[in-house]
């Protein structure tokens, strides 16, 4: 039987970008605090956070998208191999195409950095009373405060969508958004 650690592992491997601890720890913190037990997941890679946040509960039910045939399948693996299956529903399609009748305590955005905010317009209405929505990536190694950094023209385009993007949360009338150092930046929005 497969651990997280093997996960983990497989993921820095196959140079899989999965949220980093620190990140983990500010979202299973959130998650907790603001008692959620339902969870989106817009970017599943290999279901790293999903069975992590499963995990926090046997009560939890999880909702994952991916895209990627390759990683969904890897994903779909591991959480069998974690006897996960009747907590976790992996959904292997474009977010964009997928539609959803039901509602979440948390939405966790982590996915193509550069359509956050179509995500955020996507999901937004799916999000509970008193939910969350968390945002990974905010920082993205740093360029997003120092775009300079990078000589990488994709990058550059990349770094200005998520800087629009803080700019967008910042900007929201119906929702409290606090940002936080934590992991590569997080963001956290919940309705006023």
């Not at 909702?63 to 529903?89: F, K, Y």
């Not at 910042?170 to 150092?181: G, S, W, Y």
């Amino acid at each position: 039987m497969k651990s997280i650690c093997d996960i983990k592992e497989y993921a820095q491997l196959q140079n899989v970008p999965i949220l980093k601890d620190e990140g983990f720890e500010y979202l299973r913190d959130k998650i907790l605090a603001y008692d959620c037990h339902s969870f989106l997941e817009i970017g599943t890679a290999v279901g790293f956070t999903a069975i992590r946040i499963a995990q926090l509960d046997p009560s939890m039910r999880v909702v994952t998208i991916e895209r990627d045939p390759e990683r969904a399948g890897v994903a779909r693996e591991n959480i069998q191999q974690m006897h996960l299956e009747s907590q976790i529903t992996l959904i292997e399609k474009d977010a964009f195409d997928v539609e959803l009748n039901e509602t979440f305590d948390c939405i966790f955005i982590d996915a193509a950095k550069a359509q956050y905010t179509r995500f955020f317009h996507k999901f937004s209405p799916l999000l509970s009373r008193h939910g969350i929505i968390i945002s990974d990536n905010m920082k993205f190694h740093g360029l997003v405060e120092h775009p300079e950094r990078t000589k990488n023209r994709n990058t550059r385009q990349l770094v200005r969508k998520l800087k629009e993007y803080h700019d967008f949360l910042e900007q929201l009338d119906d929702f409290i958004v606090e940002f936080t150092d934590q992991g590569d930046g997080m963001a956290l929005a919940r309705r006023k």
